[in-house]
Protein backbone atom coordinates (compact mmCIF):
# COMPACT_ATOMS: atom_id res chain seq x y z
CA UNK A 1 0.00 0.00 0.00
CA UNK A 2 2.60 2.35 0.84
CA UNK A 3 5.32 1.33 -2.34
CA UNK A 4 7.14 4.46 -3.77
CA UNK A 5 7.10 5.90 -0.29
CA UNK A 6 10.11 7.34 0.87
CA UNK A 7 11.26 7.65 4.54
CA UNK A 8 14.55 8.67 6.27
CA UNK A 9 14.83 7.08 9.29
CA UNK A 10 16.76 9.10 12.49
CA UNK A 11 15.87 7.10 15.09
CA UNK A 12 16.99 4.85 17.38
CA UNK A 13 15.68 2.43 20.69
CA UNK A 14 12.57 1.60 20.34
CA UNK A 15 9.78 4.23 19.04
CA UNK A 16 10.89 5.74 16.05
CA UNK A 17 12.02 2.01 14.63
CA UNK A 18 8.60 0.86 15.70
CA UNK A 19 7.27 3.68 13.45
CA UNK A 20 9.19 3.24 10.60
CA UNK A 21 8.81 -1.00 10.80
CA UNK A 22 5.47 -0.37 10.34
CA UNK A 23 5.74 1.64 7.17
CA UNK A 24 8.26 -0.56 6.05
CA UNK A 25 5.68 -4.14 6.18
CA UNK A 26 3.40 -2.15 4.47
CA UNK A 27 5.90 -1.13 1.02
CA UNK A 28 7.75 2.00 2.37
CA UNK A 29 11.36 2.30 1.62
CA UNK A 30 13.06 2.79 4.39
CA UNK A 31 16.56 4.26 5.10
CA UNK A 32 18.24 4.26 8.41
CA UNK A 33 20.75 6.62 9.43
CA UNK A 34 23.01 5.55 12.17
CA UNK A 35 26.38 7.04 14.11
CA UNK A 36 29.56 5.70 13.47
CA UNK A 37 29.36 2.39 15.49
CA UNK A 38 25.52 1.45 15.15
CA UNK A 39 22.70 2.60 17.23
CA UNK A 40 23.12 1.00 20.96
CA UNK A 41 20.12 -1.22 20.10
CA UNK A 42 22.46 -3.41 18.33
CA UNK A 43 23.89 -4.53 21.83
CA UNK A 44 20.58 -5.93 22.23
CA UNK A 45 20.15 -7.96 18.67
CA UNK A 46 16.74 -9.79 19.76
CA UNK A 47 15.22 -5.99 19.86
CA UNK A 48 17.37 -4.76 16.84
CA UNK A 49 16.44 -7.43 14.23
CA UNK A 50 12.58 -7.13 14.56
CA UNK A 51 12.20 -3.59 14.89
CA UNK A 52 14.31 -2.88 12.02
CA UNK A 53 13.80 -5.68 9.23
CA UNK A 54 12.89 -4.72 6.47
CA UNK A 55 15.14 -1.70 6.01
CA UNK A 56 18.27 -0.66 4.97
CA UNK A 57 20.99 1.14 6.68
CA UNK A 58 23.67 3.75 6.56
CA UNK A 59 26.47 5.59 9.05
CA UNK A 60 26.67 9.06 8.89
CA UNK A 61 28.70 11.21 11.36
CA UNK A 62 25.88 14.25 11.69
CA UNK A 63 28.80 16.55 13.15
CA UNK A 64 30.48 15.90 10.18
CA UNK A 65 30.25 18.51 7.33
CA UNK A 66 30.19 15.87 4.31
CA UNK A 67 28.17 13.19 6.16
CA UNK A 68 25.39 15.91 7.33
CA UNK A 69 25.24 17.11 3.27
CA UNK A 70 24.52 13.49 2.54
CA UNK A 71 22.03 13.25 5.31
CA UNK A 72 20.39 16.87 3.25
CA UNK A 73 20.40 15.32 0.10
CA UNK A 74 18.97 12.24 1.23
CA UNK A 75 16.22 14.11 2.84
CA UNK A 76 15.68 16.66 0.06
CA UNK A 77 14.32 13.07 -2.53
CA UNK A 78 12.54 11.20 1.02
CA UNK A 79 8.72 11.84 1.29
CA UNK A 80 8.88 11.45 5.17
CA UNK A 81 11.96 11.90 7.70
CA UNK A 82 11.81 10.87 11.55
CA UNK A 83 13.88 11.82 14.15
CA UNK A 84 13.97 10.84 18.00
CA UNK A 85 16.03 13.46 19.19
CA UNK A 86 15.54 15.39 22.53
CA UNK A 87 13.40 18.75 21.57
CA UNK A 88 16.32 21.09 19.69
CA UNK A 89 18.94 18.70 19.18
CA UNK A 90 17.89 18.30 15.25
CA UNK A 91 17.68 22.12 15.02
CA UNK A 92 21.12 22.35 16.84
CA UNK A 93 22.59 19.28 14.33
CA UNK A 94 21.42 21.17 11.15
CA UNK A 95 18.28 18.50 10.30
CA UNK A 96 15.51 20.87 11.51
CA UNK A 97 12.33 20.47 10.08
CA UNK A 98 12.49 24.07 9.11
CA UNK A 99 15.97 23.35 6.95
CA UNK A 100 14.64 20.04 5.76
CA UNK A 101 11.01 21.24 4.53
CA UNK A 102 12.92 25.02 3.06
CA UNK A 103 14.41 22.44 0.46
CA UNK A 104 11.69 20.22 -0.29
CA UNK A 105 7.99 22.05 0.87
CA UNK A 106 6.14 18.58 0.15
CA UNK A 107 8.67 16.81 3.26
CA UNK A 108 6.50 15.49 6.22
CA UNK A 109 8.99 15.44 9.17
CA UNK A 110 8.14 13.72 12.37
CA UNK A 111 9.43 14.16 16.18
CA UNK A 112 9.33 11.68 18.08
CA UNK A 113 9.74 13.00 22.07
CA UNK A 114 9.05 11.65 25.56
CA UNK A 115 6.99 14.84 26.39
CA UNK A 116 6.26 16.56 22.85
CA UNK A 117 8.43 19.42 21.81
CA UNK A 118 6.79 22.43 23.16
CA UNK A 119 4.92 22.42 26.89
CA UNK A 120 5.91 22.36 30.41
CA UNK A 121 7.49 19.04 30.52
CA UNK A 122 9.16 19.63 26.88
CA UNK A 123 12.67 19.21 27.99
CA UNK A 124 12.25 16.59 30.97
CA UNK A 125 14.23 13.21 30.21
CA UNK A 126 12.63 10.23 30.95
CA UNK A 127 11.59 6.77 29.56
CA UNK A 128 8.46 4.87 29.15
CA UNK A 129 7.85 4.34 32.69
CA UNK A 130 7.49 8.51 33.05
CA UNK A 131 5.13 8.89 30.53
CA UNK A 132 3.13 6.19 31.35
CA UNK A 133 2.84 7.94 35.13
CA UNK A 134 2.56 11.07 33.86
CA UNK A 135 -0.55 10.24 31.62
CA UNK A 136 -2.14 8.09 34.73
CA UNK A 137 -1.64 4.86 32.86
CA UNK A 138 0.02 2.96 35.26
CA UNK A 139 -2.10 0.30 37.22
CA UNK A 140 -2.98 0.70 40.51
CA UNK A 141 0.13 0.91 42.96
CA UNK A 142 2.29 1.37 39.53
CA UNK A 143 5.09 -1.15 38.65
CA UNK A 144 7.71 -2.63 40.86
CA UNK A 145 11.25 -1.71 40.68
CA UNK A 146 12.54 -5.24 38.72
CA UNK A 147 9.22 -5.34 36.38
CA UNK A 148 9.51 -6.58 32.74
CA UNK A 149 6.86 -5.02 31.56
CA UNK A 150 5.59 -3.84 27.55
CA UNK A 151 6.89 -0.69 26.56
CA UNK A 152 3.05 1.06 26.44
CA UNK A 153 3.90 4.47 25.73
CA UNK A 154 6.31 3.39 23.34
CA UNK A 155 4.80 1.18 20.93
CA UNK A 156 1.45 3.92 21.18
CA UNK A 157 3.28 6.45 20.23
CA UNK A 158 4.82 4.82 17.67
CA UNK A 159 1.45 3.54 16.20
CA UNK A 160 0.30 6.93 16.03
CA UNK A 161 3.26 8.54 14.29
CA UNK A 162 2.88 5.78 11.87
CA UNK A 163 -0.58 6.85 11.45
CA UNK A 164 0.07 10.19 11.43
CA UNK A 165 3.12 10.35 8.53
CA UNK A 166 0.33 8.45 6.22
CA UNK A 167 -2.09 11.20 6.34
CA UNK A 168 0.68 13.91 6.21
CA UNK A 169 2.18 12.05 3.43
CA UNK A 170 -1.63 11.13 1.58
CA UNK A 171 -2.12 15.45 1.88
CA UNK A 172 1.21 16.34 0.62
CA UNK A 173 1.03 13.78 -1.95
CA UNK A 174 -2.55 16.02 -3.39
CA UNK A 175 -1.66 19.68 -2.61
CA UNK A 176 2.19 19.52 -2.33
CA UNK A 177 2.30 20.81 1.30
CA UNK A 178 4.14 18.87 4.38
CA UNK A 179 4.08 18.99 7.72
CA UNK A 180 6.08 18.78 10.88
CA UNK A 181 4.15 16.55 13.05
CA UNK A 182 4.83 16.50 16.53
CA UNK A 183 4.36 13.29 19.01
CA UNK A 184 4.90 13.23 22.51
CA UNK A 185 5.15 9.52 23.76
CA UNK A 186 2.95 10.56 26.78
CA UNK A 187 0.40 12.23 24.40
CA UNK A 188 -0.82 8.91 23.33
CA UNK A 189 -1.57 7.35 26.64
CA UNK A 190 -3.10 10.25 27.84
CA UNK A 191 -5.46 10.28 25.02
CA UNK A 192 -6.06 7.08 25.81
CA UNK A 193 -7.14 7.18 29.38
CA UNK A 194 -8.76 10.44 28.61
CA UNK A 195 -11.43 8.47 26.45
CA UNK A 196 -11.88 6.22 29.88
CA UNK A 197 -14.07 6.52 32.71
CA UNK A 198 -11.87 6.81 36.24
CA UNK A 199 -10.76 4.00 37.43
CA UNK A 200 -12.43 2.27 40.79
CA UNK A 201 -11.17 2.68 44.14
CA UNK A 202 -9.70 -0.40 45.59
CA UNK A 203 -6.87 -2.14 43.74
CA UNK A 204 -7.81 -5.78 45.60
CA UNK A 205 -8.05 -7.66 42.47
CA UNK A 206 -11.62 -6.99 41.95
CA UNK A 207 -12.58 -6.00 38.86
CA UNK A 208 -15.30 -3.85 38.06
CA UNK A 209 -18.09 -6.44 37.36
CA UNK A 210 -18.37 -9.60 38.72
CA UNK A 211 -16.77 -12.20 35.82
CA UNK A 212 -14.43 -9.30 34.53
CA UNK A 213 -11.18 -10.06 35.15
CA UNK A 214 -8.01 -12.62 35.99
CA UNK A 215 -8.44 -15.90 37.87
CA UNK A 216 -6.24 -18.44 38.93
CA UNK A 217 -7.28 -22.46 38.11
CA UNK A 218 -6.52 -25.09 40.16
CA UNK A 219 -2.98 -25.78 38.09
CA UNK A 220 -1.55 -22.17 38.93
CA UNK A 221 -1.85 -21.52 35.36
CA UNK A 222 -4.93 -18.13 34.62
CA UNK A 223 -7.26 -17.39 32.37
CA UNK A 224 -9.49 -14.38 31.42
CA UNK A 225 -13.01 -13.37 31.69
CA UNK A 226 -14.37 -10.42 30.02
CA UNK A 227 -17.96 -10.06 31.21
CA UNK A 228 -19.59 -6.95 31.10
CA UNK A 229 -23.27 -6.00 30.92
CA UNK A 230 -24.30 -8.68 28.47
CA UNK A 231 -26.86 -11.40 30.44
CA UNK A 232 -26.25 -14.43 27.80
CA UNK A 233 -22.54 -14.14 28.58
CA UNK A 234 -22.46 -13.71 32.23
CA UNK A 235 -25.58 -17.00 31.96
CA UNK A 236 -22.44 -18.66 29.79
CA UNK A 237 -20.05 -18.40 32.96
CA UNK A 238 -22.42 -19.47 35.44
CA UNK A 239 -23.40 -22.50 33.45
CA UNK A 240 -20.13 -23.27 32.51
CA UNK A 241 -18.84 -23.01 36.08
CA UNK A 242 -21.87 -24.66 37.89
CA UNK A 243 -23.41 -21.22 39.43
CA UNK A 244 -26.83 -21.74 38.64
CA UNK A 245 -28.01 -19.78 41.21
CA UNK A 246 -26.03 -16.44 40.41
CA UNK A 247 -27.36 -17.11 36.27
CA UNK A 248 -30.45 -14.58 36.28
CA UNK A 249 -29.09 -11.62 38.58
CA UNK A 250 -29.30 -8.89 36.76
CA UNK A 251 -26.66 -6.49 35.70
CA UNK A 252 -27.33 -3.98 38.63
CA UNK A 253 -27.10 -6.54 41.26
CA UNK A 254 -24.05 -7.83 39.51
CA UNK A 255 -22.55 -4.36 40.25
CA UNK A 256 -23.68 -3.87 43.53
CA UNK A 257 -22.52 -7.37 45.09
CA UNK A 258 -19.43 -7.74 42.76
CA UNK A 259 -17.18 -8.83 45.78
CA UNK A 260 -19.63 -11.36 46.59
CA UNK A 261 -20.58 -12.77 43.22
CA UNK A 262 -16.49 -12.74 41.74
CA UNK A 263 -15.44 -14.30 44.64
CA UNK A 264 -17.86 -17.43 44.26
CA UNK A 265 -16.34 -17.54 40.09
CA UNK A 266 -12.51 -17.63 41.62
CA UNK A 267 -13.53 -20.36 44.43
CA UNK A 268 -15.15 -22.55 41.46
CA UNK A 269 -11.72 -21.77 39.13
CA UNK A 270 -9.38 -22.71 41.54
CA UNK A 271 -11.30 -26.15 41.93
CA UNK A 272 -10.42 -26.78 37.96
CA UNK A 273 -7.46 -27.10 36.03
CA UNK A 274 -6.87 -24.70 33.30
CA UNK A 275 -8.16 -26.99 30.26
CA UNK A 276 -11.17 -28.16 31.95
CA UNK A 277 -11.96 -24.67 32.74
CA UNK A 278 -11.19 -23.36 28.92
CA UNK A 279 -12.95 -26.27 27.86
CA UNK A 280 -16.30 -26.16 30.01
CA UNK A 281 -16.05 -21.74 29.56
CA UNK A 282 -15.50 -22.15 25.82
CA UNK A 283 -18.42 -24.95 25.00
CA UNK A 284 -20.55 -23.05 27.23
CA UNK A 285 -20.09 -19.63 24.80
CA UNK A 286 -18.36 -18.00 27.67
CA UNK A 287 -15.46 -15.02 26.58
CA UNK A 288 -12.88 -16.69 28.04
CA UNK A 289 -9.40 -16.98 27.08
CA UNK A 290 -6.14 -18.12 28.66
CA UNK A 291 -3.34 -16.00 30.17
CA UNK A 292 -0.40 -16.57 27.54
CA UNK A 293 3.26 -15.38 28.00
CA UNK A 294 5.09 -14.44 25.29
CA UNK A 295 5.92 -18.01 23.74
CA UNK A 296 2.34 -19.32 23.93
CA UNK A 297 1.48 -16.62 21.59
CA UNK A 298 3.84 -16.71 19.05
CA UNK A 299 2.74 -20.67 18.75
CA UNK A 300 -0.66 -19.46 18.83
CA UNK A 301 -2.21 -20.43 15.57
CA UNK A 302 -4.80 -17.90 15.28
CA UNK A 303 -2.03 -14.91 14.93
CA UNK A 304 -0.27 -17.45 12.58
CA UNK A 305 -3.12 -17.86 10.21
CA UNK A 306 -3.94 -13.95 10.55
CA UNK A 307 -0.10 -13.27 9.36
CA UNK A 308 0.73 -11.18 12.36
CA UNK A 309 2.84 -13.96 13.65
CA UNK A 310 5.21 -15.62 10.26
CA UNK A 311 7.20 -18.54 10.32
CA UNK A 312 11.14 -17.82 10.12
CA UNK A 313 13.72 -19.64 9.80
CA UNK A 314 14.71 -20.32 13.60
CA UNK A 315 10.91 -20.08 14.76
CA UNK A 316 8.04 -17.68 14.53
CA UNK A 317 8.91 -13.72 13.62
CA UNK A 318 7.00 -10.74 13.49
CA UNK A 319 4.95 -10.68 10.64
CA UNK A 320 2.26 -7.73 9.09
CA UNK A 321 0.16 -5.56 11.29
CA UNK A 322 -2.21 -4.96 9.05
CA UNK A 323 -3.37 -8.10 7.75
CA UNK A 324 -3.93 -8.56 3.74
CA UNK A 325 -0.25 -6.81 3.75
CA UNK A 326 2.93 -8.42 2.84
CA UNK A 327 3.03 -11.23 5.60
CA UNK A 328 6.43 -10.01 6.71
CA UNK A 329 9.45 -7.83 6.12
CA UNK A 330 10.78 -8.36 2.72
CA UNK A 331 14.39 -8.43 4.49
CA UNK A 332 16.07 -8.97 7.88
CA UNK A 333 17.85 -5.92 9.96
CA UNK A 334 20.25 -4.62 7.71
CA UNK A 335 24.06 -5.03 8.82
CA UNK A 336 25.84 -1.67 10.14
CA UNK A 337 26.30 0.63 7.31
CA UNK A 338 25.42 -1.85 4.99
CA UNK A 339 23.89 0.09 2.29
CA UNK A 340 26.87 2.71 2.25
CA UNK A 341 26.98 4.58 -1.04
CA UNK A 342 23.19 3.83 -2.04
CA UNK A 343 20.36 6.16 -2.44
CA UNK A 344 16.94 5.41 -2.75
CA UNK A 345 14.86 2.73 -4.50
CA UNK A 346 13.09 3.57 -7.50
CA UNK A 347 9.67 4.87 -7.16
CA UNK A 348 6.65 2.35 -7.86
Not at 65 to 79: N, Q
Not at 116 to 131: K, Q, T
Amino acid sequence: MLDGLRVLDLTMWRPGPYATLLLAGMGADVLKVEPPGGEPMRVFAKHFGPLNAGKRAIALDLKAPDDLARCLELAAEADAVVTGFRPGVAARLGIGPDTLRAARPALVTCALTGYGERGPLAGVPGHDVNYRATAGALPPGGLPPDAVDLPLADMAAATTAAFAITAACLRAAKTGEGAHLDIGLADTLAHWVSTAPPALPGGDGIGPVAGYGVYTCADGLRVALGVVSEDHLWRAVCAALELSGLAEEPFATRISRVREFDDRIRLALKELPRHVALERLEKAGAPASAVLDRGEMLAHPHFQARGVIAPGADGPVTGSLIPGTSPRPASPAPGLDEHRGEGWLPRA
